[in-house]
Each structure stands twice: as structure tokens, then as C-alpha cells.
């Protein structure tokens, strides 16, 4: 169960991944109850407003987890938001606040091919994801980033097929990853799909997937990540009013 009040960790090193992806590492006193095996989970940050003392809530997967220490990635989109600034000019030593872990989302190893679609911002989720698959899995992945100088190594099986597309303005064109997955060749048998993107690319390939495609809520995960031209607040509550129009 995730741990409902903050934890203090602080800052232990910071290094860029690629042009727009940069790494945090956190750890701390407070990291000896975290529990264990949560890569791929997520917590939410915390960061106070120096003008007016409010905190913004963020929240990020993790990447990678070690004893006493986790990793955090965040994709620069360059909008110069609060989660982003800090990531960049954060220094070692300094202190964040921090709630979770909260549970990961994982594919069913279960089924007979696997598609992931998804952005810079669920690259770690997805990451995560492709190195527990068993040695045989077959199928698709589909990762929109925003430079070339963006691809980076991924735990790669030898039968799953990578697609990088990029686009320099993410959000702008909710269709990209959309056309592509819908180009892709069917595979036979049961697939477990995992896909997250921004909100309105998200719907785009969520129309495609359950309303063409036919696939139930057992062999789809499908969530927005963020939404552009919005902050989280924001995009919580575009989530809020998509949902019921999904129950309507």
C-alpha cells in the first residue's frame, strides 16, 4: 500500500539521458520503508512555489530502483514548468517532498502478442514494461519523441518491432502515433495492449483500439499522461469529464 504521508528524500545526482530527457536520483534517510520492487510504479512530487507558497503536485514513474535510491525521468518539453525547472536546476543535497509508490500497470505475460504506444513521458513505464516480458514475446512498440537525439537503448527482445517517431512539437499533432498504429499489421491470437500518451492522442488511439478493435478493458491499459496547452490541474479535470462521457 502506498504511503499516504510525504517522505523527505533528497537529491543524491542528476545527469541528462538525451537532448529532452533528464534523470534524477533520489534517496535518503526516509527511502528505508520504501518498499521494494516498485520500477514502473509512481509517485507524486512536490514542489513549492517560491511566489506564493503553494505546492504543485506532479507525478512520475519510476525508472529504476535500487537499495535506498530511485530514479526519476522527466521529458523536457521546453514549456519551463515547475517539475521540469526543478529537475534541471535541482542540486545534490537539496529536499523533496514526495508521496507514493503508487501500483505499477504491466501487460499480461499471459497473452499471445503485446503492442506499446506511448510518448517520452511514458518511457520509463514502458521501459519497465518490455524488460519483464518473457524471452519470446512478440509484437509492437511505438515511442513518439521529440528529437532523434532523443532514442535511447531500450532492455529490447529479439522479436518485438520498434517504431521512433518524432515530433518537435509533442501535442501538436495528436494523429502522429494514432496513423501509425493503425498501419500496423494485426497479429493473430489474444494481444495485451499498454498505451500512454497525451490526452487528446490518447482518445484518438482509444476509438481506434476498443471501438475498432474490439479490445476489453482486460487486454487494454490506456491513460493520458498530460495534456497540452494545460497544466496537471488541468488535465485532471479533462480526465474527470472524458470519464463520463466513457459511462454515459
Known sequence: MARREPRELKVIGTKRITANMHRVTLGGEEMRDFPDNQEGGYVKLNFPQRKNGHIITRTYSLRFQRENEIDIDFALHGDGGPASRWAVECEEGESILITGPGPKTLVNHQANWFLFVGDMTALPAISVNIGQLPAEAIGYVVIEVIDEADIQP?????????????????????????????????????????????????????????????????SLYISSYWKHGGNEDVHRDAKREDAKTLVS
Open 154 to 218: 531500450l532492455p529490447m527482445l529479439a522479436d518485438l518491432k520498434v517504431k521512433w517517431l518524432v515530433n518537435p512539437k509533442p501535442g501538436e499533432n495528436a494523429e502522429l502515433l494514432d496513423k501509425y498504429v493503425r498501419s500496423l499489421p494485426w497479429l493473430d491470437g489474444q494481444p495485451s495492449v499498454w498505451v500512454a500518451c497525451e490526452f487528446n492522442c490518447m482518445r484518438n488511439l482509444r476509438d481506434y483500439l476498443r471501438t475498432e478493435r474490439g479490445l476489453s478493458r482486460d
